[in-house]
């Protein structure tokens, strides 16, 4: 698995330049700011495949990887889930598909095999037990090489810091390099809305969650912040509005619809429609 260095151009915004609302003990600022609008139209994906014919087989609905001098297809797989409901006997299977995929970004086969997927692995939730790490977290997402944890809380404020109701997100990021001695890197970030689900490079340098504007919502939108001396940057929009689920870091690029263990519910019980790859250097 490729570490991630600076995978994405840094904003030119730093997270931290608004300020907390006097009512929030939790001390946030805003996850966006002037130069990173949160209404962004988002970055162009570099390939995308869709599920076609009722999960039977899937299509490649754009690929650059095809074009001469573009690079590699930074996995030689994918991976699909299912998730279906019985009415009788009463009950719920999940399954995956497997697909290899060329250096070229094409498909080996078109044609889905479903199985039944291994047992999750569990959050770190052991390293989330020291102050001031908080405990009522949604989801405790630790980076590649153990130094970096994500927390994310799904919609602890119903009012935001401009006194706008609703219900809205908080995102902290933390050195664990000690675990015992856990450093906040930055403030509690608020987002425009409830957080669904995030995840860490491998080296810590960049977070991507994704956003549930509107409560509920089948669509979420996906931004990346990047870590920026002892703090995050503002948010980058990647997808404005997706109904795909799953975050995954390859090196500099970002899948959105598939996702490596531990997953979170909103992929767990999701059926893929679609995967997209976005380059972050772009």
């Not at 969650?209 to 940057?233: A, D, M, W």
């Not at 690029?253 to 598939?258: A, D, I, S």
Request: proline share 9%.
């Amino acid at each position: 698995m490729a570490l991630v260095s600076s995978v994405a151009a840094v904003p030119s915004g730093i997270a931290g330049n608004s300020r907390p609302a006097p009512w929030d003990s939790d001390g946030a600022i805003a996850m966006f700011d002037a130069s990173t609008p949160a209404h962004s139209a988002g970055l162009t994906p570099v390939w995308v495949i869709a599920l076609r014919d009722s999960g039977h087989r899937i299509e490649v609905v754009r690929n650059r990887f095809s074009e001469p001098g573009f690079g590699e297809f930074p996995v030689d797989s994918v991976w699909l889930r299912r998730f279906e409901t019985h009415v009788e006997p009463v009950g719920w299977m999940a399954k995956e598909a497997f697909v290899l995929v060329g250096s070229n970004g094409e498909p080996d086969s078109g044609t889905l095999q479903w199985v039944t997927p291994g047992p999750d692995e569990a959050e770190p939730l052991h390293v989330g037990t020291h102050p001031p790490i908080p405990l009522d977290g949604c989801r405790y997402c630790l980076s590649g090489n153990g130094k970096c944890l994500l927390v994310l809380r799904a919609m602890p404020h119903s009012v935001n810091i401009r006194g706008e109701t609703g219900t809205f997100g908080l995102l902290d990021y933390f050195d664990v390099s000690q675990p015992k001695r856990p450093r906040r890197l930055g403030p509690p970030l608020e987002a425009e809305g409830s957080l669904d689900n995030g995840v860490v490079s491998d080296d810590g340098s960049t977070v991507a969650v994704t956003i549930l504007p509107s409560f509920p919502s089948n669509h979420t939108k996906v931004v990346v912040l990047e870590r920026v001396g002892k703090g995050l940057s503002a948010a980058r929009v990647v997808s404005p509005a997706t109904t795909a689920s799953g975050l995954q870091f390859e090196g500099r690029f970002l899948f959105v619809g598939m996702q490596r263990s531990p997953l979170p519910l909103s992929y767990a019980f999701a059926t893929t429609d679609t995967i997209a790859l976005y380059d972050l250097r772009k």
